[in-house]
């Protein structure tokens, strides 16, 4: 498997510093969440691992080589990426745009287009099922509803078959119950296949549920980072979200439930999970 560090980084846009001296390993063959309050540089370091970003200082290493001298194919092969926003060519159809994440595969003379081979036909069919995609998969991308248009990305993604999957904000337009469908599809790929996959995420009960290791980001460094157990506390909630919080047990997997406490109610110090609602929360706007 590949390994993902990133060494000393320094991130700007323009002029403008947003990440400085950052170091961190995604672990690998694990899911790590990354999160924080908003532009806190959760998405600008996801941008600088995926090689769409190169720093100002520091380096991004994948399996031991900088990111940045190896060929962009080469890297597509082994890193995949969903970004916070990605755009499709106008009237593509559903199957054809989740069959471009085959494009790392296919040599240059065939492409999606020239004739796919069997196992691009099985990969994009695996992802298409796996996203419950299938049923739309001759509609355009153009004429679905935002949750349906971000099945279809995830489907593209995971079509591509890498060692590393990087995701930024991937239940982004899905209700809850799709949330928990992408995210369970998501461990079990981890599960199965042993890849490294690393989300940004805004649920941070939810990324507690399902991290092996979280990254908690504040102001372009990393606050704290470890198991959600370690890194989910009410200090680290009132430091990096200013949020007043009780941290309990989630009755259902056992990992820090953040309840927060809002400005007009109070909990006992020391509540249980059996007298503190179980609210979905989505900590930031």
Request: with cysteine; hydrophobic share 40%.
């Amino acid at each position: 498997m590949a390994t993902l560090h990133a060494s000393g980084l320094t991130l700007k846009y323009d002029q403008r510093i947003v990440l400085e001296g950052l170091s961190t390993e995604i672990p690998e063959g694990e899911v790590t969440m990354i999160v924080g309050a908003n532009a806190c540089g959760k998405s600008t370091l996801l941008r600088a691992l995926s090689r769409l970003l190169k720093p100002a200082a520091g380096t991004v290493s994948l399996g031991g080589k900088d990111i940045h001298t190896r060929p962009a194919r080469e890297v597509a092969r082994i890193l995949g990426l969903l970004p916070q926003h990605p755009t499709a060519p106008d009237g593509i159809t559903v199957r054809d745009l989740v069959g471009r994440g085959r494009f790392p595969h296919q040599s240059f003379f065939r492409g999606w287009s020239g004739g796919a081979s069997l196992q691009d036909e099985r990969a994009v069919h695996e992802a298409m099922s796996a996203t419950d995609t299938l049923g739309i998969a001759d509609r355009t991308v153009d004429q679905l509803s935002g949750g349906q248009r971000q099945r279809v990305w995830i489907a593209m993604a995971l079509a591509q078959e890498t060692e590393v999957l990087l995701l930024d904000e991937p239940t982004t337009y899905l209700d809850l119950a799709h949330q928990v469908e992408v995210l369970d599809l998501l461990t079990d790929l981890n599960r199965r296949r042993g890849t490294t996959v690393a989300i940004v995420l805004h649920d941070l009960n939810l990324a507690a549920r399902y991290a092996d290791h979280i990254i908690a980001m504040k102001n372009g460094r990393i606050a704290a980072e470890g198991d959600a157990g370690t890194v989910i506390t009410e200090s680290l909630v009132r430091d990096v979200f200013g949020l007043e919080s009780r941290v309990v047990s989630d009755p259902v997997s056992g990992t820090p439930l953040i309840v927060p406490l809002g400005r007009h109610h109070t909990a006992p110090a020391h509540a249980s999970p059996a007298s503190v609602p179980n609210p979905q929360l989505e900590l930031i706007p």
